[in-house]
């Protein structure tokens, strides 16, 4: 089965090239002004055309109003929607109608009785990005290099369209694959060498690391 692969709160080139390279089939872009990963729609317009026709451009907001989020698919024209906030399915249903676009939702994930807001969005949502919840009074809603109890996705029926999030890197990312069997990944702190600073390296390591899991599953 194809693995997709998302590298999330790029900035520069570099970090995009290096996700390219490892053969990234998504790219992240953050516009959440409390994270250190965010990014102007100026900047992420021209490094999402970097990656035009090699992976899919993924804006992500959190609890976006109508002004932020049509400046942003206006001046980045991303492939998908990632919506990361407390968004409601007809929150969803509405800005998949207006923009036309694939709208990925996040869900937070702590224990097995989070997992039952999939429902919801279930038929709504083109597909799901779980996540570890944050601590209580956390500023992001990811991106906080803690991971969470991958075997409860195991309950998830197989038709489920996710990527797993949540303080995945090159050391743990043989186990997380092994136990949880996700469609995707999407990983942003555990390739970054300092809060929103990408290592080109540490993306590499990543990429290596997905490479050998999946080579001794074979």
Same mark, same amino acid.
């Given at each position: 089965?194809?693995?997709?692969?998302?590298?999330?709160?790029?900035?520069?080139?570099?970090?995009?090239?290096?996700?390219?390279?490892?053969?990234?089939?998504?790219?992240?872009?953050?516009?959440?002004?409390?994270?250190?990963?965010?990014?102007?729609?100026?900047?992420?317009?021209?490094?999402?055309?970097?990656?035009?026709?090699?992976?899919?451009?993924?804006?992500?907001?959190?609890?976006?109003?109508?002004?932020?989020?049509?400046?942003?698919?206006?001046?980045?024209?991303?492939?998908?929607?990632?919506?990361?906030?407390?968004?409601?399915?007809?929150?969803?249903?509405?800005?998949?109608?207006?923009?036309?676009?694939?709208?990925?939702?996040?869900?937070? +994930?702590?224990? !097995?009785?989070?997992?039952?807001?999939?429902? @919801?969005?279930? =038929?709504? #949502?083109? *597909?799901?990005?779980?996540?570890?919840?944050?601590?209580?009074?956390?500023?992001?809603?990811?991106?906080?290099?803690?991971?969470?109890?991958?075997?409860?996705?195991?309950?998830?029926?197989?038709? +489920?369209?996710? !990527?797993?999030?949540?303080?995945?890197?090159? @050391?743990?990312? =043989?186990? #997380?694959? *092994?136990?949880?069997?996700?469609?995707?990944?999407?990983?942003?702190?555990?390739?970054?060498?300092?809060?929103?600073?990408?290592?080109?390296?540490?993306?590499?390591?990543?990429?290596?690391?997905?490479?050998?899991?999946?080579?001794?599953?074979?």
């Amino acid at each position: 089965m194809k693995l997709d692969i998302k590298i999330c709160g790029l900035k520069t080139e570099n970090a995009v090239a290096a996700a390219l390279d490892g053969g990234a089939s998504h790219v992240g872009f953050i516009f959440f002004a409390k994270s250190p990963r965010n990014v102007t729609i100026e900047n992420a317009a021209r490094l999402r055309q970097v990656a035009q026709g090699r992976a899919k451009a993924v804006a992500v907001t959190v609890d976006a109003d109508d002004t932020t989020l049509e400046r942003i698919i206006e001046g980045m024209k991303p492939d998908i929607l990632q919506l990361h906030g407390h968004e409601e399915p007809a929150r969803v249903e509405e800005l998949k109608a207006r923009y036309r676009i694939p709208v990925m939702k996040a869900i937070s +994930v702590r224990e !097995m009785r989070d997992l039952e807001a999939l429902s @919801a969005y279930q =038929g709504v #949502a083109d *597909s799901f990005l779980l996540d570890a919840k944050p601590s209580p009074g956390a500023d992001l809603p990811g991106g906080n290099g803690v991971p969470f109890d991958w075997s409860l996705l195991a309950s998830l029926d197989g038709e +489920v369209d996710y !990527m797993l999030s949540g303080g995945l890197n090159a @050391a743990n990312i =043989g186990d #997380a694959l *092994s136990i949880a069997n996700p469609r995707g990944i999407d990983v942003s702190s555990g390739v970054e060498r300092a809060p929103g600073e990408k290592d080109p390296d540490l993306i590499r390591a990543f990429f290596s690391a997905v490479q050998a899991a999946r080579s001794k599953r074979k």
